[in-house]
């Protein structure tokens, strides 16, 4: 009996042999879905050479092939009979001696005038043969051509995008499917957006129930357009729409449209509409419309281009859809300015719904989200957290708690703190901590008045956000230091002495270097840069410049989420110009000299927070405004 080991073995043996060479079965159940026999052109030569090597080794009759001058011996003994001459080749038997078996042979055929002679006075038995060379022609043409074919049509699989997706299939929709029980993704996972949930939830209401809006003769908006800055949530959105109302969820790129080939991105969009029909009600939804809506005649060739082909057939689907076919169209995107107008009119995407930056409440719901499987401390408390974050998005808070999580598994804690939290904060905002980067005594003493100037200013002022901490440890790319404020409230509306004061607060680094060393540094460039921006600002959109009055001096499009670096075309003369420019140097001047006059007076409270920065690398906004109280009293 073999022992348990080896039935083992052979049981993995014969597994093994029937993954490879024993048929598959599709039905076969793996995940809870059927999965697919593969085939492979390896298993094909395999099995061919495998039949060849049978055939020639195995099963053909044994046959010992011997030199022609033994040939000639075995005539002149007689111990060779059953001759068959052939045009290259000639096969027999030789007799065996005593009591061995005759055995067959052949051998090379060479010219031999005397053979046939030979053989007649020897009286042996021959015959000839003829081998015609058509069958071997005819293999010999069409086994190549049958393994050329066979390896076509597996590379034709293999250059598709997916299941059945070859190179034939260009012309189908490259949308993944979501059953409705697959969308796990309710309203309850996302938060922050109330006021566009709540948009949607009449959508949501017609999925489930579109008898109650046909019976009064009302009609579902066909298409809706979620607006709002890179990561406030439109992708999770449009998922939980999906997930409340239990219907098919298809999900596409709008570049995933347009290939290289003319007429592919209509294809798809008739095809994708098609499946959408058959799945009714289900939703639609397009990510980055404005890869594929961008306006038209916005070519600098000229022409009809594929984008403008793969628009139009867009269209015309959304236009062909009547309402009772329950399939609702959704798509996201962040530059709504640059959309073609026939998609934002009614009877396409007739509805806009803004997924805006949540403010403090929002923000504090989105981090009880993402922290619910992380272990947090006890005084742990996430409004102060949601306070340090104002312009996070959802994106950037689950970016957040995983940070803290990392840290606090970094330090082996048994649970995420606010110590993790604040220098995850540290982290996104200013970048990688550099404590190992060696600095000159003189930069460090530099940075550290810097910073201690945009700190007492921040605090002078009427109308700043209260400073939080005060960092001279470099971090990021360029960042040597950092003043980090906390707003006590989201702001909406800032007025003309809120952005003096700001402009301040950025001033103050530089004139603390000048006011101590009589010498400045290349630290303040950020800084500059954003009070000119701020200054530019009020004078040429805000009117809060008595010179040049009440006019806006910006042009009238522009994008309504602009990028970094977006600068506006000129509209205006150079005469105005000129002015404008004044405009904005007497702004950043007047603040200029505001700035020198607080800190001349707190000299003693920048050397001393100077001094403390420079042994501690970090002091809080606490330990200033004690500074500051005893200064005042």
């Known amino acids: 009996m073999p022992s348990d080991d080896k039935k083992r073995s052979m049981e993995e ?30 298993y094909f030569l395999i099995a061919f050479l495998l039949i060849i090597y049978l055939q020639q080794y195995l099963f053909a009759p044994k046959v010992e092939t011997i030199p022609y001058g033994q040939f000639k011996q075995g005539l002149s003994e007689g111990t060779v009979s059953k001759l068959t001459i052939g045009p290259e080749h000639i096969t027999g038997t030789l007799k065996g001696k005593e009591q061995k078996q005759d055995k067959a042979f052949t051998t090379v055929r060479v010219d031999d005038p005397g053979l046939v002679k030979e053989l007649d006075e020897r009286k042996i038995a021959y015959q000839g043969r003829y081998d015609s060379k058509l069958l071997s022609g005819i293999l010999s043409w069409v086994l190549p051509i049958a393994i050329m074919l066979l390896i076509w049509r597996y590379a034709m699989k293999k250059m598709g ?60 908006p066909k298409g809706v357009l979620l607006v709002g800055p890179p990561g ?34 209509a294809s798809r969009v008739r095809d994708l509409f098609s499946q959408a029909t058959g799945q009714a009600p289900c939703i639609i939804f397009i990510d980055e419309l404005d890869a594929l809506g961008k306006a038209r005649g916005m070519n600098v060739f000229g ?61 504090e719901a989105i981090l009880r989200i993402h922290s619910k499987n992380v272990i947090l401390s006890p005084d742990m408390d996430l409004r102060k957290i949601a306070a340090l974050t104002p312009g996070f998005v959802g994106a950037d808070l689950a970016n957040l708690v995983n940070e803290a999580a990392l840290l606090a598994a970094r330090k082996n804690k048994e649970a995420v703190g606010p110590p993790e939290f604040d220098e995850a904060v540290d982290r996104l905002v200013g970048g990688l901590e550099k404590k190992n980067r060696v600095m000159k005594p003189q930069e460090k003493e530099i940075v550290a008045f810097h910073e201690s100037g945009h700190a007492i200013v921040a605090e002078s002022v009427e109308h700043a956000d209260p400073v939080h901490k005060i960092s001279i440890i470099p971090r990021g790319i360029a960042a040597l230091g950092y003043t980090q404020q906390q707003p006590t409230e989201d702001r909406y509306l800032l007025t003309r002495a809120e952005l003096l004061d700001r402009l301040a607060v950025l001033l103050g ?38 010179r040049l009055g009440l006019v806006t001096y910006e042009p009238a499009h522009r994008p309504m989420f602009p990028p970094d ?36 007076e707190r000299r003693k409270i920048l050397d001393d927070l100077a001094r403390l920065l420079s042994q501690n690398e970090i002091v809080k906004g606490e330990e200033l405004r004690k500074m500051l109280s005893a200064f005042t009293a």
């Open 161 to 220: 995008s997916g299941p059945g997706m070859g190179v034939m299939s260009f012309g189908k929709s490259k949308a993944k499917l979501f059953a409705g029980s697959e969308t796990k993704v309710t309203f309850l996972d996302v938060a922050g957006i109330d006021e566009a949930k709540e948009e949607l939830q009449e959508v949501v209401e017609f999925l489930r129930n579109p008898e109650k809006f046909q019976k009064l003769g009302g009609r579902i």
């Open 509 to 546: 680094g530089r004139v603390a270097e000048e006011l101590v060393f009589g010498e400045i540094s290349t630290g303040a460039q950020n800084d500059l840069q954003r009070a000119t921006d701020i200054a530019r600002s009020m004078v040429t959109e805000y009117g809060m410049s008595d």
């Open 565 to 600: 670096g977006y600068a506006p075309n000129k509209t205006y003369s150079e005469t105005r110009a000129t002015q404008i420019d004044e405009e904005i140097s007497r702004v950043i001047e007047e603040a200029h000299k505001r700035v020198q006059k607080i800190l001349t």
């Open 13 to 42: 043996l014969k597994d093994k042999f029937r993954s490879l060479f024993g048929p598959q079965d599709p039905q076969k159940k793996q995940g809870g879905l059927p999965t697919k026999a593969h085939f492979s052109i390896w």
């Open 303 to 363: 022409g009809n281009d594929e984008r403008e082909q793969t628009l139009n057939q867009l269209l015309v689907e959304m236009d062909g859809f009547e309402s009772n076919k329950g399939v609702i169209i959704m798509a996201a995107t962040n530059r709504p300015e640059i959309l073609d107008p026939a998609l934002l009119r009614p009877g396409r995407f007739d509805r806009q719904v803004l997924v805006d930056r949540p403010d403090i409440n929002g923000r």
């Open 232 to 265: 406030t949530g439109k992708t999770l959105l449009a998922k939980a729409v999906a997930g409340e109302a239990k219907v098919p969820f298809f999900t596409i790129s709008g570049s995933e449209f347009v290939e290289m080939f003319v007429g592919v991105g």
